[in-house]
């Protein structure tokens, strides 16, 4: 690491603002009060009729169950899908919830399906959110991190569908974690996170523009040997299902907007929001892929403070990508620990908890607005980045 980067355990870092610990445990409490209520309205997890209640993760179950049953391929046929997703429910529903992962991510969903419906949701939250809460409080690098993690407000939105947040914020903050200090291991873990590629679009580059290049071969060999493994377990007709799903996904959702364009926390979902065509769109999202895979390359070609390059890598990666939902924003709780990180050791900017707070508030009120204010939480985490890469506070050599 640079000479100047931050060592949390040399210093003693400023401890958390009071109001600021006390919004904290306030939003955890209302996760859990919202939970529980929503659990005995019969709104999340059990129906009152006994039945589960149809939410994201139910296509995670069906496709791990029809690869039980020994048609793995089924998974990306949207009928066969649909119709097994009504099975884990027990009752007929509105809408589809499509599968659209990779064959890889099928040993993970048919390890799940191994237990019925509800129980396999249960274990999915509790088995990925402690993951979520270890890697954001060893960013941080002190046990407040558990409590910033639990109360970030995308927290809510993905525990309520049962997505794959969690894993995601792990992976990507647990690989950025280790890239200097142990780069096989952040290897590995950026390898894993091929599950969900689109997250990944800006790594290779950045990895090989900063000479991160242990990483950058054992991420590829991960990714790798989980496509081969994939392909044996499961055949080759299901990758060949998987890569003729790509075009009728993004022609769903990028193209028709199945899912409500304001669902979509990117650019692309903005422009297509108000009312831009899809070329328009895609240009705009190329622009801003391509302004951030230049600028975070030459970042880390720089002697800046790690954690200002590791969080601009995490909020880049969501930035370059298209395909970007609320529960993806768990996410961004990852550059948020490394500007923490920053903070503590060093001392918050000016109005700079004011600005992760307007991030988090921004996540907070989507459910209400129903717009692409996630993306605008991102471009804010990217305002206070940007605005510590520039400020010579960034800069000051290491207390010793």
Known sequence: MAAYDIAPQRTVPAPLARPVEL???ALIVAHAAYLVASFWQGSWLVALDGGGVQS????VWA????ALQGSPASAYDWPVHKAMEV???GHPFDGYFGWHYPPAFLFIAAALALVPYVPAYVFWLAATFPAYLLTVRAIVGDRIGYLLAAAFPAVLSNAVVGQNGFLSA???????LFIERRPVLAGVLLGLLSYKPHLGLLFPLVLAASGHWRVFLVAGVTAALMACASWLAFGADTWIAFYGNIGHTSQAFLSDGWADFGKLQTVFGLTRMLGGGEPLAWALQGVVALVCAVAISLLWRTDTAYEIKAAALACGA???TPYLYLYDLVVLAVPLAFLFRLGRARGFLPYELSGIGLAALLVFIFPFVKAPVGFAAVLVVAALIARRAFTRRAAMPAIA
Request: proline share 0%; glycine share 12%.
């Open 170 to 176: 792990a992976l990507l903050g647990g690989s950025l």
């Open 23 to 25: 919004i904290c445990f």
């Open 87 to 89: 099975v884990a429910v």
């Open 318 to 320: 969501m930035l370059a």
């Open 63 to 66: 496709a791990g169950k029809l």
């Open 56 to 59: 994201d993760f139910v296509n």
